[in-house]
């Protein structure tokens, strides 16, 4: 059974920083994309970064570009976000995903599994 656990989120405040865990069991997790999503209230719920675990290829959204940092440690079948100077946009339930290793790509549509989120608020 697939299986992703977030952990790391919390209450900081603009300009903190936070680093999520996405850990994942139930798959081979080496070749995989593992993708970070986040949702606001009232939102839709819009991507942030993936990674691909076999080769390190990344994408990230452009309103996090410079601010967040995805990486992966395969040993430990878990990826990572770094957020850096936090704005209160960046408020949200944070998610990660997984979809089998192909296209990188931080739209929605092209996860299959899914963990139950982790609340991130930031405060001005």
């Known amino acids: 059974e697939v299986q992703l656990v977030e952990s790391g989120g919390g209450l900081v405040q603009v300009g903190g920083s936070l680093r999520l865990s996405c850990a994942a069991s139930?798959?081979?997790?080496?070749?995989?994309?593992i993708g970070w999503f986040r949702q606001a209230p009232g939102k839709e719920r819009e991507g942030v970064s993936c990674?691909?675990?076999?080769?390190?290829?990344?994408h990230y959204a452009d309103s996090v570009k410079g601010r967040f940092t995805i990486s992966n440690d395969n040993a430990k079948n878990t990826v990572y976000l770094r957020m850096n100077n936090l704005k209160p946009e960046d408020t949200g339930v944070y998610y990660c995903?997984?979809?089998?290793?192909?296209?990188?790509?931080?739209?929605?549509?092209?996860?299959?599994?899914w963990g139950q989120g982790t609340q991130v608020t930031v405060s001005s």
């Open positions: 139930g798959f081979a997790f080496d070749d995989w994309v």
């Open positions: 995903a997984a979809a089998p290793s192909g296209m990188v790509s931080i739209h929605p549509d092209w996860y299959d599994y």
């Open positions: 990674i691909r675990t076999s080769d390190g290829e990344l």
